[in-house]
């Protein structure tokens, strides 16, 4: 549960409709690639959305987070990859992918992606924080699950090395 960490910025994916994700898909994960180098086998993949800094800020704004897309569907949801968008990081060799969103998967329909990965020796991380804090490729990333007898899933700490000449 830990490598390289490329970050790929989906802050752009947005849709006005409500209890609906924007779907993150290959051709968004190669515009960033080409951007800021390739994605290697290894990598630790973290989908910075930015809904952790534009949800998670106090009672009221924390209800737009997951509440109102998903249980109420009057808001939009979060940026998600789609299956494509994991088969070709898989395809790659990344085996972590990690999301500043509520779930990995979209939030109108989110089991498709979770079976895949599941099914395809994936891990996911989901509601991480800080993404935009972390340079484009060259941090290290480590998370350390809490162990919970018989979980599918469990609370952790994420944690990030940056370079030196990377920190502002």
């Not at 409500?18 to 993949?45: F, H, K, L, Q, Y």
Request: charged share 25%; with cysteine.
């Amino acid at each position: 549960m830990m490598g390289p960490a490329a970050v790929i910025d989906c802050r752009h994916l947005e849709t006005d409709e409500p209890g609906r994700s924007p779907i993150i898909t290959p051709a968004d994960i190669v515009a960033d690639e080409e951007r800021n180098g390739a994605v290697r086998e290894g990598d630790v993949v973290l989908f910075w959305t930015a809904r952790d800094e534009q949800h998670f800020v106090d009672r009221h704004v924390a209800d737009s987070y997951v509440e109102e897309p998903f249980r109420l569907g009057t808001k939009p949801g979060w940026p998600a990859p789609d299956v494509e968008a994991a088969e070709y990081l898989r395809g790659k060799g990344v085996r972590f992918l990690a999301t500043d969103g509520t779930s990995m998967g979209p939030v109108h329909n989110g089991a498709p992606v979770h079976w895949w990965g599941l099914a395809n020796d994936m891990l996911f991380l989901e509601a991480g924080t800080n993404f935009g804090a972390l340079p484009a490729r060259g941090a290290f990333f480590v998370f350390l699950p809490i162990k919970v007898a018989r979980s599918t899933g469990g609370a952790g700490r994420a944690i990030a090395f940056v370079p030196r000449d990377e920190i502002t």
